[in-house]
T-cell receptor, first 113, second 114 residues
Framework: DGGITQSPKYLFRKEGQNVTLSCEQN?????MYWYRQDPGQGLRLIYY???????QKGDIAEGYSVSREKKESFPLTVTSAQKNPTAFYLC????????????FGPGTRLTVT | GQNIDQPTEMTATEGAIVQINCTYQ??????LFWYQQHAGEAPTFLSY????GLEEKGRFSSFLSRSKGYSYLLLKELQMKDSASYLC???????????????FGRGTQLTVWP
């Protein structure tokens, strides 16, 4: 069964700690994305990648880092520099071509106290 | 930049029809998507419009007018399970990007009453 997996579903961290959220897909998609969603807000793009070993900053990249060493994997690290890290994080993937429909993982809810 | 606007909340009763509007301003429009998102879950794809007109898919239809920067999602024969947030997203081919990056509106929270 093809899809996107994110783990864990819920994650709790203390302020000042870095934390890495995993995202794996077996859809053979070239493009992968990380979004952040806050209550009452739309999805905001953090980072995206079109191809292995290449990625670009989205609209709110400050305090985050990513890597794309394998086509299937696009982990996101929330660093201690991120001022408001508590949020719902969604990973998505798509082919690079029409219609560009993005498929989403189940999300990780990160709480930092 | 991109500006995508949709109502924050809507309510309707079971069996009724509801229309959720979305207006947008983009520099390089290249497609509009509607997603459904239940609370705490991932968004799921509903529809895609790139040309003007109506796309029908079962109980859901989506309309696009590129000249007006306007789309709507029409939900017929509403069911309780349709209570969710509906996200309008636009693909903007700004700066000649070949990637399908999307810009999302804030979502419309639809509540269906019995």
């Amino acid at each position: 069964d093809g899809g996107i997996t994110q783990s864990p579903k819920y994650l709790f961290r203390k302020e000042g700690q870095n934390v890495t959220l995993s995202c794996e897909q077996n859809l053979n998609h070239d493009a992968m994305y990380w979004y952040r969603q806050d209550p009452g807000q739309g999805l905001r793009l953090i980072y995206y990648s079109q191809i292995v070993n290449d990625f670009q900053k989205g609209d709110i990249a400050e305090g985050y880092s990513v890597s794309r060493e394998k086509k299937e994997s696009f982990p996101l690290t929330v660093t201690s520099a991120q001022k408001n890290p508590t949020a719902f994080y969604l990973c998505a993937s798509s082919i690079v071509g029409q219609p560009y429909e993005q498929y989403f993982g189940p999300g990780t809810r990160l709480t930092v106290t | 930049g991109q500006n995508i606007d949709q109502p924050t909340e809507m309510t309707a009763t079971e069996g009724a029809i509801v229309q959720i509007n979305c207006t947008y301003q983009t520099s390089g429009f290249n497609g509009l998507f509607w997603y459904q998102q239940h609370a705490g879950e991932a968004p799921t794809f509903l529809s895609y419009n790139v040309l003007d007109g109506l796309e029908e898919k079962g109980r859901f239809s989506s309309f696009l007018s590129r000249s007006k920067g306007y789309s709507y999602l029409l939900l017929k024969e509403l069911q309780m399970k349709d209570s969710a947030s509906y996200l309008c997203a636009v693909r903007d081919n700004d700066r000649g990007s070949t990637l399908g990056r999307l810009y999302f509106g804030r979502g419309t929270q639809l509540t269906v009453w019995p």
